[in-house]
């Protein structure tokens, strides 16, 4: 199975502060055929199901706003809010699609400072 | 935004199997990849497998001999059986969507609200 791991485990910004968000995979999670990174990142607020933020580790879902930002490849990958709004307060996952069984990483909780 | 809405008992007995049922509103169920993911409490989400309109499914190692699931397209559900469960498969199952072209790699799209399931004699 591919690990996912990341960093912090908890985070507290300001508000209009920038918010960085680690993930690992024990291995690469990049298709060597379309040059993708099967790399998601969701976004789970408290009694709230997740919501998709980014897949293909870079590109924003419908509807979500561009102050979210996925970066990276291989296997190191990075979602950034470049400002942190109060609606952000939410436990964050990255999740690997590229091989089963999905895995998650453990989640980052960011609150406010 | 498709909303998917899962049904089933919330109290399930040690050694007994668990069944849950997604409802896939629209049609939709002939499109897209489905799959169970589950949370313990105040825990992290664990991937249980997904199925496809075709019946094709892929399921967890960790879980696969006790995993079943199936589809039906004819009532757009599609549901998930865990046998032998202990408290250790308490948690809140969601059911989840998403799409793949060719090989199936996808992200969870849509999420159902969840079913808190507890094991409990």
């Known amino acids: 199975d591919i690990v996912m791991t990341q960093s912090p485990d908890s985070l507290a910004v300001s508000l209009g502060e920038r918010a960085t968000i680690n993930c690992k995979s024990s291995q690469s999670v990049l298709f060597s055929s379309n040059n993708k990174n099967y790399i998601a990142w969701y976004q789970q607020k408290a009694g709230q199901p997740p919501k998709v933020l980014i897949y293909w580790t870079s590109i924003r879902e419908s509807g979500v706003p561009d102050r979210f930002s996925g970066s990276g490849s291989g296997t190191d990958f990075t979602l950034t809010i470049s400002s942190l709004q109060a609606e952000d307060v939410a436990v964050y996952y990255c999740q690997q699609y590229y091989t089963t069984p999905w895995t998650f990483g453990q989640g980052t909780k960011v609150e406010i400072k | 935004q498709m909303q998917l809405q899962e049904s089933g008992p919330g109290l399930v007995k040690p050694s007994e199997t668990l069944s849950l049922t997604c409802i896939v509103p629209?049609?939709?169920?002939?499109?897209?990849?489905w799959s169970w993911v589950r949370q313990p409490p105040g825990k992290g989400l664990e991937w249980i497998g997904y199925i496809y309109y075709s019946g094709n499914t892929d399921y967890s190692p960790s879980l696969k001999s006790r995993v079943t699931m199936s589809i039906d397209t004819s009532k757009n559900q599609f549901s998930l059986n865990l046998s032998s469960v202990t408290a250790a498969d308490t948690a809140v199952y969601y059911c989840?969507?998403?799409?793949?072209?060719?090989?199936?790699?996808?992200?969870?799209?849509?999420w159902g609200q969840g079913a808190l399931v507890t094991v409990s004699s």
């Open positions: 629209g049609g939709s169920i002939s499109t897209y990849y």
């Open positions: 989840a969507g998403g799409y793949s072209v060719g090989y199936p790699r996808f992200y969870f799209q849509y």
